[in-house]
């Protein structure tokens, strides 16, 4: 797992698999934790390094329900975890999914040790919506929520103007083409880009559910070619054509199931 200081106030943690993001975001005496990183040994790892660096944990935030980015509780299991409505009538939906799914890849890639999801309880956030941190600070922060569906069915994506990164889940990301998940679609998908591309403008840095922290250069190349890539999706699925750098094998079997949940097939 490797960590990334952006910003005073920011601190991103890339998984050493699938290169997920995690970010601590500080505000004042307060802190969030937003999504998670995968193994045993990160999670065990994380409440430590952020005390070390001074980032306290007074809860956990999700950008969706996908099991990979639900696993802060592991290493934090007394904080509360937030989550924009959507995504908290998903896990409503599915309840014991993402536990299922957790230990289908730990019974997979052999991984031993590894303590029980509890999710327990969520707080429900609206998206849009506002999120104060570091409410005894004299300059009080707060985190913008924006709705952001169409790899799933749920998700959003924080804002964080004072420091001017953008947290935007499984979105613009360098490493992986636009995932459709049962419950998306490339409607929505397209309108969540649509979204996010005013805030890329103000960024600094944008950071994706997979893939390192982007330059918002980087990013808005990322956003075309996605969108690009959905647009040739949804009118000839058989024949759009991969997003330039992520033309590889595993990115062709995402396309693939793409394809699969267009057409039936």
Not at 157 to 167: M, S, T
Not at 188 to 209: C, F, H, K, N
Request: hydrophobic letters at 40%; proline letters at 8%; aromatic letters at 6%.
């Amino acid at each position: 797992m490797r960590a990334l200081a952006l910003h005073p106030d920011v601190l991103v943690f890339v998984s050493d698999l699938w290169q997920t993001t995690c970010t601590a975001v500080r505000g004042g005496d307060e802190g969030f934790v937003v999504d998670s990183p995968i193994y045993p040994e990160e999670l065990r790892a994380l409440p430590e390094v952020l005390e070390h660096a001074g980032f306290p944990t007074s809860g956990l935030l999700v950008t969706h329900a996908d099991w990979d980015h639900l696993l802060g509780r592991i290493a934090f299991p007394l904080a509360s975890l937030g989550c924009a409505e959507s995504t908290a009538e998903r896990l409503d939906a599915e309840v014991g999914d993402a536990q299922r799914k957790l230990r289908e890849f730990d019974a997979e890639h052999y991984v031993e040790d590894r303590g029980p999801l509890p999710l327990g309880s969520l707080q429900s956030l609206p998206a849009p919506g506002r999120l104060e941190l570091g409410s005894d600070s004299a300059t009080p922060r707060e985190l913008e929520l924006y709705p952001a569906e169409g790899h799933t069915a749920d998700g959003a994506a924080y804002w964080l103007p004072w420091a001017r990164v953008l947290i935007c889940g499984d979105y613009v990301s360098p490493v992986e083409i636009p995932m459709l998940s049962p419950g998306g679609s490339v409607a929505a998908y397209r309108a969540t880009l649509t979204r996010l591309r005013p805030l890329i403008d103000q960024a600094e840095w944008v950071i994706p559910g997979h893939g390192a922290p982007l330059v918002a250069s980087r990013a808005q190349e990322i956003v075309a070619d996605d969108d690009s890539y959905l647009e040739q999706l949804e009118r000839s699925p058989h024949a759009a054509g991969l997003p330039a750098g992520r033309s590889t094998q595993i990115q062709r079997r995402i396309h693939d199931a793409n394809v699969g949940l267009l057409t039936g097939g």
